[in-house]
């Protein structure tokens, strides 16, 4: 079977290493920038409620309308700008590549940055072009116009913030790059319940920005529903290369009802920014540590040479995971991130991380 796998499966994929997800039986969870505030029994109690109206028997309404309406008021999307809804905004990742994968093309994107950009970009046969942050992980302006100009990417991503640094990239000098882009640049703007800033309201001002929100941070990670903004020329294609159907029934009416209660989502994301503050300054108070500024939900901080992973399976001795990203790209060599969780939890891992260093 293996002679088989070999000759069938690309090159490329065989060398791909699926999406990881470690799991966190019992474990304090502070590793994949989930909201930690579930609903209260009242919510839950109307979700449920709204719930019993659904028809599963049906398909679901194919462009999702209800729910494309709620989605647009909760991300003030301009009305002159388009949207479409995805199953998760990875999915919508996978519908822009797809659109314009051809042999030869490539995705551009600075490093370090989210995974899938690559992971997508190299399922679908595309070539990646990843240009390094500066040593301070902010967007070094110049390699970007530089490479922009080389290699004329096809797609060009912007995390913003960007994860896994948290900070936010220079907006004078997206608006360059997207002055240049020949191609489509799209800002990710995963974390932005967590920011003070958006590309959202300059969707038409550039013929090639599209704006891609999920309400994964927000507080939604199960349900998997994002969305993409952007010119209705531009999304009128990408639209092509969604599956049928791909917002389930139970996704719509739960995204319609969630964001009814969108002041419960708005207070949650400002005791989050609240705690990011408390979270910061705990760590900015271990002299060891290099900490990351951050406008999302998690933090970056750099440990003292070789001990990131010690220090990481040390805090998961004593129950809590992080991220370890020591070893997966060079400038993020001896990093980890927290995300911010409830106020017990980050008091917990502080303490923890304290004993750590001072025993080490
Ligand atoms: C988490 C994350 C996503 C994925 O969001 P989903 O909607 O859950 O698929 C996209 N982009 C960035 C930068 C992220 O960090």
């Not at 449920?48 to 462009?63: C, F, G, K, M, S």
């Not at 729910?67 to 002159?80: D, F, I, T």
């Not at 408390?278 to 990351?292: D, E, F, I, N, P």
């Not at 220090?311 to 020591?326: H, P, V």
Request: glycine fraction near 6%; aromatic fraction near 6%; charge should be negative.
């Amino acid at each position: 079977m293996q002679e088989k796998i070999d000759k069938l499966v690309r090159p490329e994929i065989r060398a791909l290493a699926a999406y990881h997800v470690p799991a966190a039986n019992n474990l304090i969870k502070l590793d994949a920038m989930e909201n930690p505030f579930s609903w209260s029994a009242e919510l839950r109690t109307a979700w449920l409620e709204a719930l019993q109206t659904v028809e599963i028997n049906r398909y679901p309404d194919p462009a999702a309308r209800e729910l494309q309406v709620s989605m647009r008021a909760a991300m003030a999307v301009p009305a002159s700008a388009a949207v479409i809804l995805g199953n998760g905004s990875d999915e919508l990742i996978q519908m822009i590549i797809q659109t314009v994968a051809a042999p030869g093309r490539v995705v551009l994107a600075p490093d370090p940055t989210f995974v899938m950009y690559r992971q997508i970009a190299t399922v679908a046969n595309m070539g990646f072009v990843a240009v390094p942050l500066q040593a301070d992980f902010s967007l070094n302006e110049c390699a970007m116009l530089e490479a922009i100009d080389e290699q004329q990417p096809a797609v060009t991503f912007l995390s913003y913030p960007n994860n896994p640094t948290g900070n936010l990239f220079n907006a004078d000098s997206l608006r360059k790059l997207l002055s240049r882009a020949e191609g489509l640049v799209v800002v990710d703007e995963a974390y932005a319940p967590f920011a003070d800033a958006s590309f959202m309201p300059d969707i038409g001002q550039y013929d090639n920005l599209l704006v891609l929100r999920t309400v994964s941070k927000m507080g939604l990670a199960g349900l998997r529903l994002g969305l993409l903004a952007g010119p209705p020329a531009w999304l009128e294609q990408i639209d092509k290369t969604r599956l049928p159907y791909n917002i389930s029934v139970i996704n719509q009416a739960t995204g319609h009802f969630a964001l009814a209660h969108g002041e419960v989502f708005a207070a949650q994301a400002r005791a989050i920014r609240t705690q990011r503050a408390a979270l910061m300054s705990g760590l900015q108070a271990l002299k060891q540590l290099t900490v990351y500024p951050s406008e999302a939900n998690f933090i970056l901080f750099r440990t003292p040479r070789g001990q990131a992973t010690g220090l990481f399976e040390g805090l998961k001795s004593a129950g809590i995971l992080i991220k370890n990203l020591d070893g997966s790209t060079a400038s993020l060599q001896d990093c980890l991130r927290v995300t911010v969780g409830l106020p017990e939890e980050n008091a917990a891992f502080l303490t923890a991380l304290r004993e750590l260093l001072q025993a080490g």
